[in-house]
């Protein structure tokens, strides 16, 4: 986009390019309501990246090695 906008939603499940480096370019997205990371390598570490996702609707996480306190970095994300 030439001007600013807001990411409300990232669909990336299934896509085995997905990295916990690569997520840190979400961070700071603090409008994401929708995340898809199913079937992806991402793990706890990765997670940290979207603490600031307050407004977080949809997670999903399935054949991930996500942990409990990798979802720690949700506990603010009221709507989940």
Same mark, same amino acid.
């Given at each position: =986009?030439?001007? =600013? *906008? ?6 990336l499940?299934?896509? @085995? ?15 994401l ?11 706890? %570490?990765?997670?940290?990246? *979207? ?5 977080? %609707?949809?997670?999903?996480? *399935? @054949? ?13 994300? @009221?709507?989940?």
């Amino acid at each position: =986009p030439r001007g =600013p *906008f807001r990411l409300t939603g990232a669909r990336l499940g299934a896509n @085995k390019q997905v990295t916990d480096a690569g997520l840190a370019a979400f961070r700071g997205c603090a409008h994401l309501a929708h995340l898809d990371l199913g079937a992806t390598g991402v793990t706890d %570490e990765g997670l940290a990246h *979207f603490s600031a996702c307050r407004n977080l %609707e949809e997670l999903y996480l *399935f @054949k991930t090695a996500v942990t409990d306190d990798g979802l720690a970095a949700f506990r603010d994300a @009221k709507a989940l």
